[in-house]
């Protein structure tokens, strides 16, 4: 009896190990719905560490949360840390082992950062001295030092802050007036930052692209130079192995804000412009594959028509979040999300609430995403293929990447995250390889019914594995035990 209690007691400890660590598929969090918006928490995947999730306590403001989640989702290790609770999250940034929370208050000097080690699981806090009336655009961290682009007035520039000396100063070759930072792109394998620089007049049509080091130095400037008046909207510039550079970005004729196409320069490693090419979108073979197919004939009549009569393109002007470039030997590729902007109307009300008359005011609501554009281009700026992916059901608030790009040696997969399911497409240059699938994410229970999915986002985590995240509403059939509506944030793990 004295050796059967032993091995019932370590059977029991055993299976009750096996409880603890088991391998969910799904975890979620109460998610709180106030003002339009839901709780913020933030995510990101760690490989085969697992992934960090942090978010704002729901009762003590300023106040928080990171938890260490494993791969099977277990929740490993857990802190809290202050900041100033004026302060609002604005972006975060993984820099090798650390990630980066940036928050500030509107035209208020000082920023604060939080730091987390993945290694060391230390959070830290540092206070950056900025400058008044500062109005925050864009930040990156790289090697210890921060990049926080921003305006004052009618002036652009960057705010370079040392994480090691504790030391702050705008960078000097950063002041433009009258231009816009369009965007900040990393260059981890050359250490350097690429500071895209467009202009706000309609009369200026060139583009500059300052690039600098993790001291703040200014080391390389490449003005896109212009063959005729097609205005530069934006440009992303990738180093090639030999040395030359390529931009490639979006452009218009100047009277529209819009894109009409796309744009791809070479240069040489001097920075000597060799050649600038224009793409409008009339000319992509698959541009219009996403419309129905009676109103592709009726473009593509137009199309011929203008061909033949005036020796023009059909005009087609999108806005374009465009992707950074995917350098192959064989060719460069280029990804980008075509999207516009949804508005609604908001009665007006008085203090009390009371709405005043019929009158209503627009208000921005959100960013609907309608397709993907993929592109292979030649050393020469030579279009190779084009395809595109069609995007259902995705809006966002804040304009982000939504698709997913995975590369392989003779394809080219394209993922989403959208309603529950993650979409995929696979090309092979012109040629769809399959047709659209979707993988559905996993749920807690067969008895819970998803209502409604107001946001679905997804990364690849490791091996086969995605990792899915965002906010749902969850009902349950009728007579299901301990049924509860509810309003989540959830995490899923995908095999893919």
């Known amino acids: 009896m004295k050796y059967l209690g032993v ?17 969910h598929q799904r975890i979620e969090f109460e998610a709180k719905y106030q003002a339009d918006k839901f709780n913020n928490f933030q995510l990101v995947p ?11 306590h729901t009762k003590q403001k ?25 302060f609002v999250f604005q972006a975060k940034q993984r820099d090798g082992e650390n990630i980066y929370l940036l928050f500030t208050k509107y035209q ?31 930040f990156r961290a ?51 930052l690429h500071f895209t620089i467009a202009s706000e007049k309609r009369t200026d049509y060139e583009l500059l692209i300052k690039s600098f080091d993790t001291q703040g130095n200014l080391v390389n400037e490449i003005k896109v130079g212009n063959t005729n008046e097609n205005k530069l909207i934006s440009g992303k510039l990738s180093v090639l192995d030999n040395g030359q550079k390529i931009v490639i970005g979006t452009y218009s004729d100047g009277s529209s804000s819009l894109a009409d196409g796309i744009y791809i320069a070479g240069f040489q490693e001097n920075n000597t412009q060799e050649y600038i090419q224009f793409y409008p979108f009339s000319q992509f073979e698959h541009f219009f594959d996403f419309i129905p197919k009676d109103f592709q004939r009726k473009v593509s009549k137009k199309k011929q028509k203008n061909n033949t009569l005036k020796g023009k393109d059909v005009r087609l002007q999108y806005r374009l979040l465009v992707h950074s470039p995917i350098l192959r030997k064989e060719d460069i590729l280029l990804i980008a999300e075509a999207y516009f902007p949804l508005y609604r109307y908001n009665p007006k009300v008085d203090w009390q609430g009371r709405r005043e008359g019929v009158t209503s005011e ?29 995007i259902e059901q995705v809006k966002n608030k804040d304009l982000q990447k939504i698709i997913q790009v995975r590369v392989r040696k003779d394809s080219l997969v394209l993922l989403y995250g959208a309603e529950g399911f993650i979409k995929s497409k696979t090309i092979e240059k012109q040629s769809v390889k399959d047709s659209e699938t979707k993988v559905p994410i996993p749920i807690n229970s067969p008895h819970d019914q998803i209502k409604k999915t107001y946001s679905n986002e997804i990364a690849f985590w490791y091996e086969k594995h995605f990792l899915a995240w965002g906010y749902q509403a969850i009902g349950n059939e009728k007579g299901t035990p301990n049924a509860k509506n509810r309003k989540v944030f959830f995490v899923a793990k995908v095999l893919y």
């Open 142 to 192: 790289m090697n210890n030092a921060f990049f926080v682009s921003g305006v004052i007035g009618q002036t652009a520039l960057v705010l370079y802050f040392d994480l090691l000396e504790k030391k702050t100063r705008v960078l000097p070759a950063s002041l433009t007036k009258d231009l816009e930072i369009d965007s900040i792109e990393k260059d981890s394998l050359n250490n350097v």
């Open 46 to 56: 760690l490989k085969k560490q697992g992934f960090v999730l942090f978010r704002e």
């Open 7 to 23: 091995i019932v007691f370590f059977l029991a400890h055993l299976f009750s190990s096996f409880t603890f660590a088991q391998d």
């Open 362 to 390: 627009i208000v921005f609501d959100s960013y609907q995403h309608t397709h993907a554009l993929a592109l292979s281009f030649n050393r020469k700026g030579k279009l190779l293929w084009d395809n595109i992916f069609k």
């Open 62 to 86: 300023g106040n928080w949360v990171f938890s260490l989640y494993d791969t099977c989702l277990n929740k490993q290790w857990e802190k809290n840390i202050q900041v100033n609770p004026k």
């Open 108 to 138: 208020k000097s000082d920023f604060q950062i939080v730091q987390f080690n993945t290694l060391t699981l230390q959070l830290s806090l540092h206070t950056i001295q900025g400058l008044k009336k500062f109005g925050f655009t864009g």
